[in-house]
């Protein structure tokens, strides 16, 4: 047998999200309910809408990857805010649309006084049925009722966020799942959309997502995180 090289170590090189299995699936891997949807769920009209709409591939990718990266930094001062209430986020921080989302889930705050804890941010969740994980984004207590809540700050809200809440709800065994998107063009700056997680709409989105699990073995039979090995340190006296 080889000798090991201590040197090298394992990196995840692809853009799915996998998550390690908790007990007692140790060792395994599970696909992220969006890496589900994102290839087992039709795109839906309004991508190739968006998607003609750019000069290239190339352009729509700019694009999409800017939105990624206001949808994070927004996440991270919400998630900031959930974490610490004695935390002050300024202006100066942030861009001004990044500024107004982030005031849109401070006004839906002041509106509906949700109850939580940190234990209800940013809480990873899993489905040992499905062998699916994610990490859902907000999980309060309203109205005496627990909620399960996914932040968007896409232009809309689509129907893979409402399958993807939905899940959510399932594996935390909430009364309600919802989407709040943040930065909407109203005075209170988000629009949010819930359902009854016993409800027949919900239902359907759960059997949505079935079916995508389906589609994405029959797409990927063999999916499995890509991993490359890589060093750890270099040295031109190794040479």
């Known amino acids: 047998m080889p000798k090991k090289d201590s040197n090298l170590i394992e990196v995840r090189v692809d853009t799915d999200h996998w998550y390690p299995a908790p007990k007692p699936h140790e060792g395994e891997m599970w696909p992220s309910v969006t890496t589900i949807l994102g290839v087992g769920y039709p795109k839906g009209v309004g991508f190739f809408k968006w998607l003609i709409k750019h000069m290239s591939w190339?352009?729509?990718?700019?694009?999409?990857?800017?939105?990624?990266?206001?949808g994070t930094n927004v996440?991270?001062?919400?998630?900031?805010?959930?974490?610490?209430?004695?935390?002050?986020?300024?202006?100066?921080?942030f861009n001004l649309?990044?500024?107004?989302?982030?005031?849109?889930?401070f006004n839906f705050c002041q509106d509906h006084r949700p109850k939580f804890t940190k234990?209800?941010?940013e809480k990873r969740v899993f489905d040992p049925t499905l062998k699916t994980a994610g990490t859902l984004d907000f999980?309060?207590?309203?109205?005496?009722?627990?909620?399960?809540?996914?932040?968007?700050?896409?232009?809309?809200?689509?129907?893979?966020?409402?399958?993807?809440?939905?899940?959510?709800?399932?594996?935390?065994?909430?009364?309600?799942?919802?989407?709040?998107?943040l930065?909407?063009?109203?005075?209170r700056g988000?629009?949010?959309?819930?359902?009854?997680?016993?409800s027949k709409k919900a239902k359907a989105y759960l059997g949505g997502f079935k079916?995508?699990?389906?589609?994405?073995?029959?797409?990927?039979?063999?999916?499995?995180?890509?991993v490359k090995l890589v060093p750890k340190t270099l040295s031109l006296s190794r040479l």
């Open 139 to 181: 999980n309060p207590i309203i109205d005496g009722e627990r909620h399960c809540i996914d932040f968007k700050t896409s232009d809309q809200i689509q129907i893979t966020h409402k399958i993807q809440s939905s899940q959510y709800g399932k594996m935390v065994g909430a009364d309600w799942a919802g989407v709040l998107k």
């Open 119 to 121: 234990g209800d941010v």
């Open 58 to 70: 190339e352009h729509a990718c700019e694009e999409r990857d800017a939105a990624a990266t206001r």
């Open 211 to 226: 079916a995508a699990k389906t589609i994405f073995h029959i797409e990927r039979p063999r999916a499995a995180p890509k």
């Open 183 to 187: 930065g909407a063009k109203n005075d």
């Open 75 to 93: 996440h991270k001062a919400v998630e900031k805010m959930m974490k610490n209430r004695k935390v002050v986020l300024t202006m100066e921080e």
């Open 190 to 198: 988000y629009i949010f959309e819930e359902w009854r997680m016993n």
């Open 97 to 105: 649309e990044q500024w107004w989302m982030i005031e849109s889930f």
